[in-house]
Every structure is written in structure tokens, then in C-alpha cells.
Nanobody, 116 residues
């Protein structure tokens, strides 16, 4: 089984920055499409950012230009650098791994709270 563990969440002031990390284990990491999703109170999980195995990325409309997703295939790590954070970014952030044959895995989530 693929295991995903997120870290780096916390409380930050508006305009501040956080860096989330996701550690993947239990499979062939280099072929996975990795993603970050978030879920605020009462909402569905929405795409934040996604990165395929060759480094190609895409982003949700509300975070593009502020957030950057990256991966280190030698370490099995995925990162989300979040800058210029807004109160609307407050949510639980989940790491996702999509395997080539369609199987999808999720981490347990990490809380990000943006507040003065």
C-alpha cells in the first residue's frame, strides 16, 4: 500500500507563508502523479496543485501565482510552497498520489489556518 504523510501546517497571519511536505512510501514514486487538495468547512475537496512525473504542473484558479508545487523523486517527497496566504486559504490540506493504472491514495491531512 502507498502511504502518504503530510506535515508543515499551522497558524499563519494573512500575507505570510507556509511550506507543506508530503512523504510517500510503499511504491514506485517516480511514476505517480502527485497532488495537493484542500477542504474548508462545509466544502468538498478542491484541487490546489498537481504535478506529474516529468514535472509538469497545474493549479487551482484561486492559488495560481501564490502557491508552487514541486517534487523530489530521489526522496519520495512532494512540497507545496504557499505565499501571500489569505484567510480564504484556511482548510485541511491533503496529499494525493495517483498511480498509472487509476488507483488513488490520500494522506490524513494537515490543518492550515490563516488568521490575524
Amino acid at each position: 500500500q502507498v502511504q502518504l504523510v503530510e506535515s508543515g501546517g499551522g497558524l499563519v497571519q494573512p500575507g505570510g507563508s507556509l511550506r507543506l511536505s508530503c512523504a510517500a512510501s510503499g511504491g514506485i514514486f517516480t511514476v505517480y502523479t502527485m497532488g495537493w487538495y484542500r477542504q474548508g468547512p462545509g466544502n468538498e475537496r478542491d484541487l490546489v496543485a498537481r504535478i506529474i512525473s516529468d514535472g509538469t504542473t497545474n493549479y487551482g484558479d484561486f492559488v495560481k501565482g501564490r502557491f508552487t508545487i514541486s517534487r523530489d523523486n530521489t526522496k519520495g517527497m512532494v512540497y507545496l510552497q504557499m505565499n501571500s496566504l489569505k484567510p480564504e486559504d484556511t482548510a485541511i490540506y491533503y496529499c494525493s498520489a495517483a498511480l498509472p493504472y487509476g488507483k488513488n491514495y490520500w494522506g490524513q491531512g494537515t490543518q492550515v489556518t490563516v488568521s490575524s
